[in-house]
C-alpha cells in the first residue's frame, strides 16, 4: 500500500499535464540552459542538440520547486557528469527524463546514483526514455510515466563485443591483426584447435577437405588467381597445390578461429550483463520478467511498454 506521505510528494512534483517546460534560473557549471521549445528532437538523433554526443542536465520549474532533467543521449563516463550536475543542482523535486539510450552500464550506474539520492523519476508527456535511459528511470523512489510519454525497450546487446564482432565480419584481415593484438602470448588456444592442427600436420588432405566444406570460398579465390595470372589454367587440385592457396586456406582458419573466441567472449559477456541487469532489477523492487519483456524486441524497433506492462513489472508505483 503506498504511503500517504508518497502520495503527496508525487502531487508535488508533477508537472501539470501538457505544460511545456521552463527553465529554472541561469545555467550553472555543469548545467545547460534548457533549449527553448525544447521537444523530443533534442533527446533523438545521436546528438542532445547543442552538438554534444553525451547526455546534457538541465533544471526546470515544477510545482513547489525544481526538477533536474537529464536529456539527450547516453555516453561512457556520463555518471560522473550526472553526479556532478546533480550536485550542483542543489534540491530537486524530481528527476525529468527523456533519452534515447546510449552507455548500458552508465544507464543502470546512474539508476544506482538515482536511487542512493532517494529521488522520484518522472517522464512528462511526450518524452521518451529507451534502452539504457529505462535503468536510470527504474532508480526512481517513486516512478511516473505520464500520458503521452513512452517508456521504450528492446533486447540488451553486448556493447563491450558487439562492434568488435561486426568488425570481425566486414574486415577479415582486422580479425586475425586484433584478436592477436589483445592476446599478447599470441592465439590462446590456437594450438588446440582441430583444423589449425590439421592444417600445419596433414595440409595436402585438410586442403581437400577445406575445399569441400568452403567450395564457394576456394572458387572465388582460384576466380582471382587466374584473373592475376591468365597464363594459369589450373584446377582446383592443382591451385590447392600452390602459395596462394595455401595462404589463403591457412588465412581463412584463422580467422574462423578467431571470430568464434569472439562469439565465446561475447557469449560471456551478454551472460554477465544479464545477471547484472537481474541484480539492478532485485535491488530497486522490480519484477525479474522486465527481462522477458524486451528479450525479443530487435534494437532498432524497440517497443513502447503499455501503462498495464509498466504496473504489471512495478516500473511505475504510481496511479
Not at 161 to 181: C, F, H, N, P, V
Not at 253 to 270: H, M, P
Not at 281 to 299: D, G, Q, R, W, Y
Amino acid at each position: 500500500m503506498r504511503s500517504a506521505f508518497a502520495l503527496f510528494l508525487l502531487g508535488a512534483c508533477l508537472l501539470p499535464y501538457g505544460a511545456p517546460l521552463r527553465a529554472a534560473g541561469e545555467p550553472n557549471g555543469p548545467l545547460v540552459q534548457l533549449p527553448q521549445n525544447f521537444s523530443q528532437q533534442q533527446c533523438f538523433g545521436g546528438k542532445s542538440g547543442n552538438g554534444k554526443d553525451d547526455m546534457q542536465f538541465s533544471l526546470v520549474d515544477v510545482p513547489h520547486g525544481k526538477a533536474f532533467l537529464a536529456w539527450g543521449e547516453i555516453a561512457s563516463g556520463d555518471t560522473a557528469r550526472f553526479s556532478d550536475a546533480l550536485d550542483a543542482a542543489g534540491p530537486v523535486q524530481a528527476i525529468l527524463l527523456c533519452s534515447n539510450g546510449g552507455s548500458l552500464e552508465d544507464g543502470i550506474d546512474i539508476g544506482y546514483l538515482v536511487r542512493e539520492h532517494k529521488l522520484a523519476t518522472q517522464l512528462p508527456p511526450g518524452f521518451v526514455c529507451i534502452s539504457a535511459c529505462n535503468f536510470i528511470f527504474m532508480g526512481g523512489v517513486i516512478r511516473t510515466v505520464e500520458p503521452g510519454a513512452k517508456f521504450m525497450v528492446h533486447m540488451f546487446e553486448s556493447q563491450a563485443m558487439q562492434g568488435k564482432l561486426e568488425s570481425d565480419t566486414a574486415r577479415q584481415d582486422w580479425t586475425i591483426g586484433y584478436y592477436a593484438l589483445t592476446h599478447p602470448d599470441g592465439m590462446v588456444g590456437l594450438e588446440h584447435d582441430s583444423d589449425f592442427l590439421n592444417l600445419v600436420t596433414n595440409y595436402p588432405q585438410f586442403s581437400v577437405a577445406f575445399t569441400e566444406a568452403h567450395m564457394d570460398l576456394v572458387q572465388a579465390d582460384l576466380q582471382r588467381y587466374q584473373e592475376a595470372h591468365p597464363q594459369v589454367k589450373e584446377s582446383i587440385q592443382d591451385f590447392l597445390k600452390t602459395d596462394v592457396a595455401r595462404a589463403d586456406i591457412t588465412s581463412a582458419v584463422l580467422r574462423n578461429f578467431a571470430i568464434e573466441e569472439d562469439i565465446k567472449a561475447i557469449e560471456q559477456d551478454s551472460a554477465q550483463t544479464a545477471a547484472q541487469i537481474a541484480e539492478f532489477l532485485v535491488k530497486m523492487e522490480l519484477s525479474l520478467h522486465f527481462l522477458t519483456a524486451f528479450s525479443n524486441i530487435p534494437n532498432d524497433a524497440p517497443r513502447a511498454l503499455t501503462p498495464a506492462e509498466l504496473a504489471e513489472y512495478n516500473i511505475t508505483n504510481t496511479q
